[in-house]
């Protein structure tokens, strides 16, 4: 009986806790040059000078990758387009003497971010790549007068599984940068 009321305590004491995370000012700094960043379901366009039937033209796989003629597949997700052209002329040289790549992006999927929790208006919000966490919660009208001011998180699934946390006051005042932390596709915000 004593063991099952231990366990019962240490179950109600994992409820009462924000579970696993790591705070935001532990992550490394992103880059902030504000160039695209290549997401599943974009549409690509890559072309070999002088090597017309290797055009390749494709939808980036929810895997995150796309297939180049000769090379096989490539990782795309996560990458500068300036990058992923850099790594394919890498990859080319050897089988072509001094390959020369260029590479566009067509078409981008529209990036949406859920805000969940005590906000005024939760919901799901279009944006765009340049916006910031602060303008995430403003998008959701605010937090509420219920909300935990330093339990406010950010829940990324890719690459891996995450929660990032915040402290109200830390956005406000743009700690280590926390208003502008940039938001990822398939990022949701969550205030307690």
Request: some cysteine; charged content about 20%.
């Amino acid at each position: 009986m004593a063991s099952a009321s231990i366990a019962v305590g240490a179950i109600c004491t994992g409820c009462a806790g924000p579970g696993s995370y790591v705070w935001f000012s532990a992550l490394p700094v992103e880059d902030a040059s504000g160039e695209y960043v290549i997401n599943a379901g974009d549409v690509v366009n890559i072309r070999v000078l002088g090597h017309e039937d290797m055009l390749t033209k494709g939808r980036v796989r929810p895997d995150g990758r796309i297939a180049v003629p000769i090379i096989g597949e490539v990782e795309a997700r996560g990458k500068h387009p300036s990058a992923l052209r850099a790594e394919i002329e890498t990859r080319l040289k050897d089988f072509l003497v001094m390959p020369s790549v260029t590479l566009n992006v067509e078409e981008t999927i529209p990036v949406s971010v859920a805000v969940l929790g005590e906000v005024a208006h939760p919901g799901v919000f279009p944006i765009d790549a340049s916006m910031s966490l602060a303008q995430v919660l403003a998008l959701g009208g605010g937090v509420t007068d219920f909300a935990s001011r330093d339990r406010i998180f950010v829940v990324r699934t890719s690459p891996k599984s995450e929660r990032i946390r915040f402290t109200y006051d830390a956005v406000l005042r743009d700690e280590s940068h926390a208003s502008s932390f940039r938001l990822h596709p398939g990022d949701y915000v969550v205030v307690e």
